[in-house]
């Protein structure tokens, strides 16, 4: 009951910092009668200064300093109660306005060529400015001037200014909703693995006894098909997903195609495998057996049933769909479900038979992820992140990009601030759900050997993942910049697992992936073919010790 309220309480403090981020409000040019006028979104900080409403703002006079960046404190020029715009670079934001503070301005709009959002500076600076601070892009402030320039032209007049702050938006749970989204497939991946382990365990000496041909239906796949990853494929991975990232920025026009076929095909199997699972669990599951094309290569669908050829033919429908309008506005429902079946078929079937080799896998890539968004902007010609540039597709001249982002729109729209999606990359649930999965396993091992029924480690690890990902969202927030949500997940979820071995005297028998057994319980615990060789050499070796 803990750990739930203990989730609880993060999703809640998760609440409160979505709610108290980026502050964004309008800038309004009009004439003398206020009958013409134009509006720009600007963003805010109202640290420095509270900004009125709309009801309570008042019209005031301005001057452009623009393209001056306001870095010195130049004391001769008196702007008397004026909105002073400057241009962004060379200072901070509470240098320029503190200058133009004591040069009487009553506030100052910096123009920015990129992005805009809410102006940070020093709690202590906060306490000596008294003037507003406003942000907005080069493309309103050109809007702003050409307004200017024409009534000017028109009626030899200068144009008023009006700032104020936009209305309060209703809480978009859409950020919330993603992360536990994220959470829910990364638990239910893991937990399918320990089933299917359990599965295999569980049948492991019954092959050949006539039941063989129940077992091989198309979709109903061979435990066994689940793979163990050891410490050197964990290597070799994390390479190659190196190399494969290098040659989708160099040539992402051409390999972004490749992609999205590779993801149509794997997500239509996965999709596959998730509905003929789920529909198993139900009534309406169908017996009756078909003839199937016998494959050589393929000698677990020798037989199929007519309800896994009716969902498989669903699952082409809905990946097909998603392949024909992924450029439309709703197509992120459609990739989200593609995207979760995939991850949850992935993280079921492939193991990591040890803490060793599962600790290995998330340490390479805890430091790939540093090094491809915060390193590489220092040696990219243009100053990007290879990793963002190839997740976004970023200047590739193409509208095309991979799928390998979860999507959740706002649901509310604001007229101004940003209104990106939340995303989050299958890598940020599939490889924490791999090591998920070895701790929902490791319990199955424990209650085998204990015969005390335990899931302490998968729970634990449910609980390090929300934390996690809990962490990449206030990093988000304070920095106001994309985060490698790896960077906190493998953390939180590696050293939880390594306290709570330790706290159990558990600290060797994980990084061997099988429990300590005492010579009354040694064969207790018979390790599913599909395990790797070498660790029931290491099982063998220790119990002829034992004895």
Not at 45 to 59: E, G, H, R, T
Not at 154 to 169: C, H, I, R
Not at 325 to 330: D, F, I, K, L, Q
Not at 489 to 507: D, F, H, N, Y
Request: charged residues 15%; hydrophobic residues 40%; aromatic residues 14%.
């Amino acid at each position: 009951m803990s750990h739930h309220c203990w989730i609880a309480s993060l999703l809640t403090l998760l609440v409160y910092t979505q709610s108290t981020r980026a502050q964004y409000g309008y800038i309004r040019f009009s004439d003398v009668t206020n009958t013409s006028s134009v509006k720009v979104c600007s963003a805010y900080n109202d640290l420095f200064k509270p900004v009125p409403s709309q009801a309570a703002s008042i019209p005031r006079s301005f001057a452009s300093n623009y393209p001056n960046e306001s870095c010195s404190n130049d004391t001769t020029s008196q702007y008397n109660g004026q909105v002073v715009f400057v241009k962004r670079g060379n200072c901070t934001f509470a240098q320029k306005a503190r200058n133009l503070q004591n040069q009487s301005a009553s506030g100052v709009v910096v123009v920015s060529d990129t992005d805009y959002f809410p102006p940070p500076a020093e709690k202590s600076e906060y306490d000596e400015i008294n003037i507003f601070v406003f942000l907005i892009t080069k493309k309103s402030f050109d809007l702003l001037m050409e307004f200017q320039q024409n009534l000017i032209n028109s009626d030899n007049e200068e144009p008023l200014l009006w700032l104020y702050a936009g209305e309060k938006q209703p809480y978009d749970f859409s950020s919330p909703l993603l992360l536990l989204f994220a959470v829910v497939i990364c638990s239910a991946g893991a937990w399918w693995q320990k089933v299917r382990y359990m599965s295999l365990r569980s049948s492991g000496n019954q092959e050949g006894s006539g039941d063989g041909e129940e077992n091989n239906q198309i979709g109903d796949l061979d435990p066994q098909a689940g793979r163990n990853m050891s410490t050197t494929h964990a290597v070799v991975y994390v390479s190659f997903c190196s190399v494969t990232l290098l040659l989708m920025y160099k040539f992402y026009s051409y390999l972004v195609y490749f992609a999205i076929a590779t993801f149509f095909i794997g997500s239509t199997f996965a999709l596959f495998q998730v509905l003929h699972a789920a529909s198993k669990r139900t009534k309406f599951f169908a017996s009756a057996r078909v003839p199937y094309c016998r494959i050589e290569a393929c000698p677990n669908f020798k037989h199929f049933s007519f309800c896994g050829f009716m969902l498989f033919l669903c699952a082409v429908a809905i990946s097909s769909t998603w392949l024909i309008y992924r450029h439309s506005a709703h197509s992120w429902i459609l990739l989200d479900l593609l995207g979760a079946s995939f991850c949850m078929f992935f993280v079921s079937m492939i193991r990591m038979p040890n803490f060793k080799t599962s600790g290995t896998l998330l340490s390479l890539l805890f430091f790939y992820d540093i090094f491809y968004v915060f390193l590489t902007p220092y040696l990219t010609p243009s100053g990007e992140s290879i990793m963002v540039a190839v997740a976004t597709g970023a200047g590739s001249g193409t509208e095309e990009e991979i799928p390998g982002m979860f999507k959740m729109p706002k649901f509310f729209t604001p007229e101004c601030g940003t209104n990106s999606p939340g995303m989050i990359g299958f890598g940020d649930i599939v490889f924490p759900g791999l090591h998920l999965g070895f701790c929902a396993v490791w319990d199955s091992k424990l209650t085998i050997t204990t015969s005390a029924k335990t899931n302490i480690y998968y729970i634990t690890g449910v609980a390090a993942y929300a934390m996690g990902l809990f962490l990449t969202s206030v990093a988000l927030f304070l920095m106001e910049m994309g985060q490698p949500a790896l960077l906190y997940i493998v953390p939180c979820m590696l050293l939880t697992t390594l306290a709570v071995s330790w706290l159990r005297g558990e600290v060797k028998a994980i990084f061997r992936g099988f429990p300590d057994m005492t010579l009354e319980n040694k064969h207790e615990l018979q390790l599913p073919s599909g395990e790797s060789g070498e660790q029931n050499s290491l099982l063998s070796e220790t119990l002829t010790t034992e004895i």
